[in-house]
């Protein structure tokens, strides 16, 4: 009979939801869809021409300014 309560909680505690792992992942590709949305790449560093949009994982998500014509 114990053994029947020890399965049903490991059971139980599994099948709870997605792991942290899996939420994690989930959220990275999330932000990468949002990266290639706006037209952005996700590198590891963005140039001077650049602008940092928001973070893929680690590296940032660099979406280039749009060019303005000077005002004569």
Do not use: A, D
């Amino acid at each position: 009979m114990k053994i029947i309560y020890i399965f049903l909680t490991f059971l139980i505690t599994v099948s709870c939801g997605p792991s942290v792992s899996e939420k994690k992942r989930r959220e990275i590709e999330e932000r990468k869809r949002e990266c290639y949305l706006v037209n952005g790449v996700c590198k590891t560093e963005c140039n001077t021409w650049e602008y940092v949009y928001n973070y893929c994982n680690v590296e940032p998500c660099c979406v280039i300014r749009e060019y303005q014509k000077p005002v004569m």
